[in-house]
């Protein structure tokens, strides 16, 4: 079993935020499968797709984004996944919007939702896509993931969401190091 997560946070008042670019990704993606993300179950809201031989499980924590790693651990030993079959989808304020960034490790990078999952699952060693949400020095950083993507930005923004999500996609079968010499050399 392979473990797809997007992080965000939910309600609607953080719907298209910044910081729900990963559950923007996934809805995008369970659009490409012809699926839908709504059933309730460790803290998440989850479905299950078949992919060849393989049950990939599709995941949106509902624990707020500093506690995704609650989430997580809890499909992750219910299922026995091991971490080499994780993918984490998140915001990244280091890259510029329109870009995504795909490494098969690494720090949160100051991302708390990819700390959380992290510090629950004791390893670094965790594949994940960035999405850019970039940044703005004038506006404190809790506001600035908050808030919504500029109109300006929208068409940027939307185009890594459904870069994103076929990467994701291609994650389902192939390995993570042949999408990211793939998905990160386009765009």
């Not at 999405?131 to 109109?151: H, R, T």
Request: glycine share 8%; with cysteine; net charge positive.
């Amino acid at each position: 079993m392979k473990l797809i997560v997007g992080l965000g946070n939910p309600g609607r008042e953080y719907e298209h935020t910044r910081h729900n670019a990963g559950f923007d990704v996934l809805d995008r993606l369970a659009d490409l499968l012809n699926t839908g993300i709504s059933q309730s179950k460790f803290n998440a809201l989850i479905t299950t797709v078949r992919c060849g031989q393989e049950t990939i499980l599709l995941m949106k924590p509902q624990t707020y984004m500093n506690n995704s790693g609650e989430a997580v651990i809890q499909a992750v030993q219910f299922y026995k996944i091991p971490v080499d079959q994780i993918l984490v989808i998140h915001d990244d304020l280091d890259l510029p919007v329109g870009k995504i960034r795909i490494r098969t490790s690494g720090s949160a990078g100051g991302q708390k939702g990819m700390k959380n999952i992290i510090d629950h699952l004791h390893t670094q060693e965790i594949a994940r896509i960035r999405v850019g949400i970039d940044k703005n020095p004038l506006i404190p950083i809790v506001d600035y993931v908050l808030g919504k993507v500029p109109a300006e930005q929208r068409e940027d923004y939307q185009a890594a969401i459904n870069h994103a999500a076929e990467a994701a996609k291609a994650s389902m079968t192939m390995p993570i190091s042949e999408v990211m010499n793939r998905f990160n050399r386009s765009r």
